[in-house]
Nanobody
Framework: QVELVESGGGLVQPGGSLRLSCVAS?????MAWYRQAPGKERELVAA???????NYADAMKGRATISRDVAKNTVYLVINNLKEDDTAVYYC??????????????????WGQGTRVTVSP
């Protein structure tokens, strides 16, 4: 069982940036960030393999950057030029089976508790 702990959420003004972190209790292969806004389904933001291959949601390309410190079992997400539509609970996901940056939530075995991000003036 792998535990994931996210941090870095909070209240951010539109146009600002945020950096989320997620630490895994054990080595994982694919790691990803998903988000779920009120009344909406959970959606992929970005995913990364332990070889640093990436997979971004089309809507986040150019604004989001995912990175990893494999030695520290940590994945990061930076989002720039935040919009009110980015308000959501952001979840870290990880898996120990897939070597590719999976985009389907069903492929991730482990999930964090989520960290809330609110973008508001």
């Amino acid at each position: 069982q792998v535990e994931l702990v996210e941090s870095g959420g909070g209240l951010v003004q539109p146009g600002g940036s945020l950096r989320l972190s997620c630490v895994a209790s054990d080595r994982t292969y694919a790691m990803a960030w998903y988000r779920q806004a009120p009344g909406k389904e959970r959606e992929l933001v970005a995913a990364m393999s332990d070889r640093k291959d990436t997979n971004y949601a089309d809507a986040m390309k150019g604004r989001a950057t995912i990175s990893r410190d494999v030695a520290k079992n940590t994945v990061y997400l930076v989002i720039n030029n935040l919009k009110e539509d980015d308000t959501a609970v952001y979840y870290c996901a990880a898996d120990q089976r897939f070597l590719t940056p999976e985009k389907f939530a069903s492929n991730y075995e482990y999930w964090g508790q989520g960290t809330r991000v609110t973008v508001s003036p």
